[in-house]
């Protein structure tokens, strides 16, 4: 699987972005697809992630009820809509894919996209 993320800018803190990653390769809808992010001098960690087979999804404790992870297996595209932003949410993100669950815990992770830039302004 080939991942591709998008739609990642510059936003005032309060404001929101939607970002994609679009898969192509193999057959998307039998993999977990997930967000993690690093920020500046940081180590990389899990934001978000979507379960293939029923939809579920699993949200770090940083972003719950302000990130909604979802997919569109039709397109091959998982998205990160990202409302009340903060500063502290300055980062690259990245999309992954998993057959594993273990991705939310960010192991197992077979393929990773390459990082869309997020920044957010005080």
């Known amino acids: 699987v080939q991942l591709q993320a998008s739609g990642g800018g510059l936003v005032q803190a309060g404001g929101l972005l939607k970002l994609s990653c679009a898969a192509s390769?193999?057959?998307?809808?039998?993999?977990?697809m997930a967000w993690f992010r690093q920020a500046p001098g940081k180590e990389r960690e899990f934001v978000a992630a979507a379960r293939w087979f029923d939809g579920t999804t699993y949200y770090a404790d940083s972003v719950k009820g302000r990130f909604t992870i979802s997919r569109d297996n039709a397109k091959n595209t998982v998205y990160l809509q990202m409302d009340s932003l903060k500063p502290e949410d300055t980062a690259i993100y990245y999309c992954a894919a998993s057959p594993s669950w273990n991705l939310v815990r960010g192991q197992s992770v077979h393929f990773w996209g390459k990082g869309t830039l997020v920044t957010v302004s005080s």
């Open positions: 390769g193999r057959t998307f809808s039998n993999y977990h």
